[in-house]
């Protein structure tokens, strides 16, 4: 009874001290979560692979043990492919490669999206700590097949490069793509299965969302031209200072002072100024704007769903959310409101 009185004292403190209804609540192993805000890898044509070693370095230090990316899941593609009535060309847009993955795996072990999924979760928790390669091609093409293609790479990248090949589940179309995919320019191989592989993870968690595009697709006529003129005109200055930044690139410090720069308070707040904040005040009489705003703050309150959903299966654990940088702002703002989550910032994680 005493220890149950001391745990409900820590929690709700006195009728003075009492733990806020919505945020930060005491806990002994609070979820560290560092939320990374990086630029879109695949616009940066000059980008070499070995320039992101410093920033591994420095995320690797902090230790993660999960890690989320914004990348759609299979579930979600799925969803998207099968309602595509309301959601027009969204499935089109954003799972192409997830859903041709998938149809590699699918070929190789005869399961659909659904079925994937569950295998692979069950394969997962029968991996063990030292599984035979044979096993990790088999994981690795589950999570082919169930479209969480961040994990099939993870799991591709952990084997040692001669066992990357045909077997167990994977055709050699298959390992073919997985080893294109593996080193896709992009954030979420380049940086988290990289980075998850280094560490010893087994998967990533893909977050992303775009079941808020039906926002956008019951919006009135006009939207894409009142959002062209929100967006015509001079970018702001910090938005200019990065671009430049992205062209002058030719190593990997210059990467991390990238990253550095995309992850600090007023560069995150200028962009959200520069974007949400001029399509908030279109003065349209379809409102256009406000529905813009309406879909992105409906996009970022899924995918923080998602992300606590992820770390709702590991308490206490250190978390890295990777994202698109003008999510961060608001990623910061929602986890905030989370009763275990604790934010690292990001001179912590990245150092100065």
């Not at 320039?51 to 579930?75: C, T, V, Y």
Request: charged letters at 20%; one cysteine or more.
């Amino acid at each position: 009874m005493k220890h149950l009185i001391v745990a409900a004292t820590l929690l709700f403190g006195t009728q003075a001290h009492a733990a806020p209804l919505i945020g930060p609540w005491p806990v002994q192993n609070p979820t560290e979560v560092a939320v990374l805000a990086s630029p879109h890898l695949s616009g940066i044509e000059h980008l070499q692979q070995g320039w992101m070693e410093p920033l591994l370095d420095k995320l690797a230090a902090f230790g993660p043990q999960l890690i989320a990316i914004e990348g759609l899941s299979g579930p979600e593609c799925f969803l998207l492919r099968h309602y595509e009535k309301s959601w027009p060309g969204t499935a089109d847009d954003y799972c192409r490669r997830i859903e041709a993955i998938a149809a590699l795996g699918k070929a190789a072990n005869g399961l659909d999206m659904p079925a994937a999924e569950a295998a692979a979760e069950q394969a997962l928790a029968q991996l063990g700590t030292n599984p035979a390669p044979s096993a990790r091609r088999r994981l690795a093409g589950l999570f082919a097949s169930a479209g969480n293609i961040g994990s099939a790479a993870t799991q591709w990248l952990r084997l040692p490069p001669p066992e990357r090949r045909a077997g167990d589940g994977i055709t050699g179309e298959l390992a073919k793509a997985l080893d294109e995919l593996s080193i896709r320019r992009n954030e979420n191989f380049w940086i988290a299965a990289a980075l998850a592989a280094r560490l010893g993870l087994d998967r990533l968690y893909p977050t992303d969302d775009h079941l808020a595009d039906r926002v956008q697709a019951e919006v009135p006529a006009g939207q894409e031209e009142a959002m062209k003129a929100v967006w015509s005109g001079e970018r702001p200055p910090l938005q200019r200072q990065a671009q430049a930044m992205e062209k002058a690139l030719a190593d990997g410090q210059g990467v991390l002072a990238l990253y550095r720069f995309h992850n600090r308070a007023d560069v995150g707040e200028a962009a959200v100024r520069g974007d949400m904040g001029k399509a908030f005040q279109e003065p349209s009489p379809g409102e256009h704007g406000r529905r813009y705003v309406a879909w992105w703050e409906t996009r970022n309150l899924h995918q923080v769903a998602n992300i606590r959903a992820a770390l709702g299966r590991q308490p206490g654990a250190r978390a890295l959310v990777i994202v698109g940088a003008t999510h961060k702002p608001y990623f910061d703002a929602y986890l905030r409101m989370m009763h275990e989550v604790r934010l690292v910032p990001s001179p912590q994680l990245l150092g100065r």
